[in-house]
Each structure stands twice: as structure tokens, then as C-alpha cells.
């Protein structure tokens, strides 16, 4: 799976802090333990480096915009850096200097792929995928941002 989180951290690598404060504000209070918990159960992929990889680009702003106390932001922190020693993650971040297409300015996940030309994104609303740009052309922007290109 790849993912681009414009605004926040992606879910598989929030700390279950991060993710309580972040749920906190926008859920009801009776749902905040729900949601927390679903996403603790899809974290458990990040464990089986054979079956499941995530590739993330986080955007600079997202890591300067960690709400929380000291001691949660810390902790944020170095989970990512944790994280992202397995062999099955990695985490790159995009520069403030990056331009984007208007189409990659919300979050969005690469499931997998329709064909070898065309790419799958995963909008978040929860309605429906939409395809969005050619695969090609993701991969040419995660790998910009890779070799510092971008």
C-alpha cells in the first residue's frame, strides 16, 4: 500500500496517543474507543514484512503540526522513526518547496493497481476509489521525492 497524508500522519503509523487525540476531535465521544481500536487492529499489518508493505510520503508540515502535549509529540516522533527501520515501510517526507497537482492535495491511499497503466486512489470518504492519475506517474512522483527531485 502507498499512502499521502497532506495534513496528517497516516493511520498505520499513529501512535494510539496521537490517534486518540486526533479521534477525539473528530468523532463523538462514544466513538473515539471504537475507532481506536479498528485502527490498532490494521496497524497489526506493519508486522508481517512478507505479506503486507507500506510506502508513505508525509508531508513537512504534518510532522510540525503534531497536536498534543510534549511527551506525545515525542513519543510520535520516535515511533516514526521506529516504524520506518522495518524492512516493509518506508517513510519519506515531502519538502515545503514541493509542487503538487490539484489532484494530490487530499489524502489518498494506493491499494493496488487496475492495470499496469492506471492506479487506484482511495479518497477517504469511504464512498468509492477513483482513478486519478496513471501509475506511472505516482511512481515517478514517489521516486522524485525519494532522490530529493522534488
Same mark, same amino acid.
Do not use: C
Given at each position: ?9 497516516? /493511520? ?11 479521534? +477525539? ?12 481500536? =479498528? ?16 510506502? +508513505?510520503? =508525509?508531508? +513537512? ?6 497536536? %498534543? ?23 519519506? !517526507? ?11 492535495? /487530499? ?15 482511495? +479518497?477517504?470518504?469511504?464512498?468509492? %476509489? ?11 512522483? !514517489? ?8
Amino acid at each position: 500500500m502507498r499512502a499521502y497524508e497532506p495534513r496528517i500522519l497516516p /493511520g498505520l503509523l499513529q501512535t494510539e496517543e496521537y490517534m486518540r487525540v486526533m479521534f +477525539t476531535a473528530l468523532e463523538r465521544p462514544e466513538r473515539v474507543d471504537q475507532f481506536v481500536q =479498528i485502527r490498532m487492529k490494521r496497524k497489526e499489518l506493519l508486522a508481517n514484512p512478507r505479506d503486507f508493505m507500506l510506502r +508513505t510520503i =508525509i508531508d +513537512t508540515p504534518a510532522l510540525h503540526r503534531i497536536e %498534543g502535549d510534549p511527551e506525545l509529540v515525542r513519543n510520535q516522533l520516535n515511533y516514526l522513526l521506529e516504524v520506518g527501520m522495518q524492512p516493509n515501510v518506508s517513510i519519506q !517526507v515531502m519538502p515545503l518547496d514541493a509542487s503538487l497537482s490539484m489532484l494530490q492535495y /487530499g489524502p489518498f491511499n494506493i491499494m493496488g493497481l487496475l492495470s499496469s497503466r492506471h492506479a487506484v486512489r482511495d +479518497t477517504k470518504a469511504r464512498e468509492r %476509489g477513483d482513478l486519478v492519475f496513471e501509475a506511472e506517474q505516482w511512481a515517478e512522483f !514517489v521516486d522524485g521525492v525519494r532522490d530529493g527531485l522534488i
